[in-house]
């Protein structure tokens, strides 16, 4: 009996039909919500009179014809290797900062640290576009348009405050005679934090990193505004592609690179889903 | 060890007064690299789009040149285009967030049934919110289509006639309310579940010995204790909302004539389409301080319900 049963023990005892139609239910809403993601990985398998049929086709030859005409195409390769680099690095930048500065607002006491959460929490609700207008202006009259590091910069602007206050909870649950007691053997601050605190906090930094990411691989409007061809991420692949009214609806391209841009990403997310899970829960209540 | 060690011992023949800076040091040292990042990034491009907001913007040199006072303000006041696109923010907004919260709490209770699949169903929620928006606005797009998407075609199957999903300004923004709901539901229903299983148990033990109904105990048991959890989702699916933008880019990009143009794409349109920067700056101002001090109220309310617990 686990914590739920609270909530279903009612319905048990009113019949075992109960329980079994209440699973049925949420079987159903779960393959509603899987249907779209398994609709485009099926269509991207498909050549294009199989995607423009009514009825629409569930046996079908696969080919992975629009995979590798739309890979050349467009250079989706490049645009895949910048997405990978400016998640990596805004990833681990804002890890690093953020999860320095959620340790000191959660420890250390410094004048103003209630002053600065506030303000972190309330820039989580800055609209991007308030930003990307001047980002956009500095970067054009610095003549850094379209290099990855200004991408990377500029997701740690949501990034940043998102790790700190996810990371703040989290070392405010720990004990804190585990520094007290390595600062009292002699360690500095540095010392007790690196050496003590992270190693401790490695889950929950892990899933911070992890979430991050795929926050940083999925940003559409700033990769629109600093970059055009050189630094250009995959998102912005996809606008182009769905807005695309000249061609019409490329509905292969679409989906393949569509496919692409999410298969790694709900693997990953799966293979760490218990973290994932932990985590979404900790930056909803403590955030 | 004995870096620290020594770190440790270089400080004592220190004076006090270098000791109590050097200790100040290695406090603001951890804040230091987020609070500068977000100096140059956050802070700096707000005051400058303030400044653009109240300058007149030359395009042949590409800077805010001369002091104008509140005009942009008044003309983007006068535009009835961003009245449009505030409140077709604001239907969107109305809609979507309840809905989500509700199906997410109510999916959550679903799957939260004791059975064996529990873990994995919980899991496989994870995809649909790891699928990036703008793919997601794309799929649909696809999935809606008035032709030959698979929806129209149930609908037909079911004896309907096919709806006209991106060619009828109600139904477009149904539309939008959809996909934003299909993307982000699963995150509430993973926050929902995380609480219900927190639930204390014996508070339910008791009231079902004293003979508490199952809507009862729903009504004045679960969903007061649920409150404060409801009202966090809420901020944090707030926070995401107000940024509403790869969405309605990908799936109608505003369309039919401006019926699903979010006041955040509307604004990005009017600077890098029009190139009204000076207009985009002020609109970009008053969405900003409506955000900010709406967020502030939401905090400050889900912190007195905190409490109140």
Known sequence: MSATAVLQAPLRRKSRLGGRVRIAAGLVACLIFLFPVFWMVLSSFKDQRDIFTVPPTLFFTPTLETYFGFMQRADITRRLINTIIVATGSGLLSIAAGAMAGYALARIRLKGAGTIGVLILLSRGVPPIALAVPMFLVARSLGVTDKHITLILAYCTFLIPYVMWLMRGFFLALPRELEESAMIDGCSRFGAFFKIILPISLPGLLSTLIFSMILAWEELLFALVLTNRYASTIPVAIAGIAGDTVNGANWGALTAVGTITVVPVVIFALLVQKWLIQGLADGATKG | ?309
């Open chain 2, 1 to 309: 060890m004995t870096t620290t060690a020594a770190m440790a011992g270089e400080r004592k023949p220190r004076s006090r007064t270098a000791t109590r800076l050097a200790d100040a040091v290695s406090r603001w040292a951890f804040m230091a690299p987020a609070a500068i990042i977000l100096a140059a990034m956050l802070a700096y491009p707000i005051f400058y789009t303030i400044e653009i907001s109240f300058s007149r913007f030359d395009l042949m040199t590409f800077s805010a040149v001369e002091w104008v006072g509140w005009q942009n303000y008044a003309h983007v006041l006068d535009d009835y285009r961003f009245w449009s696109s505030m409140k077709v923010t604001l239907v969107y907004l109305v809609f979507a967030l309840p809905l989500q919260i509700v199906l997410g709490f109510g999916i959550a209770f679903l799957i939260n049934a004791e059975w064996r699949g529990r873990g994995l169903v919980r899991a496989l929620f994870i995809i649909p919110m790891v699928v990036a928006p703008v793919v997601a606005g794309g799929i649909w797009r696809m999935i809606l289509d008035p032709l030959w998407g698979i929806v129209n075609w149930l609908i037909g199957l079911a004896g309907f006639a096919p709806l006209d999903w991106f060619g009828d300004p109600t139904l477009a923004m149904a539309a939008i309310v959809i996909i934003d709901t299909w993307r982000w539901t699963p995150f509430v229903v993973l926050i929902a579940t995380a609480a219900l299983l927190a639930l204390p148990r014996d508070i339910f033990e008791a009231a079902e010995i004293d003979g508490a109904n199952w809507w009862s105990m729903l009504w004045s048991i679960t969903l007061p204790l649920l409150v404060p959890i409801i009202a966090a989702t809420f901020v944090v699916r707030w926070l995401g909302a107000v940024k509403m933008f790869d969405i309605a880019l990908a799936a109608t990009y505003g369309g039919p004539g401006g019926a699903t143009n979010v006041i955040n794409l509307f604004i990005y349109e009017e600077a890098f389409r029009s190139l009204h920067f000076a207009e985009s700056a002020a609109m970009a101002v008053v969405v900003l301080v409506l955000t900010m001090v709406l967020t502030g109220i939401f905090l400050y309310g889900t912190r007195k319900l905190e409490e109140r617990n």
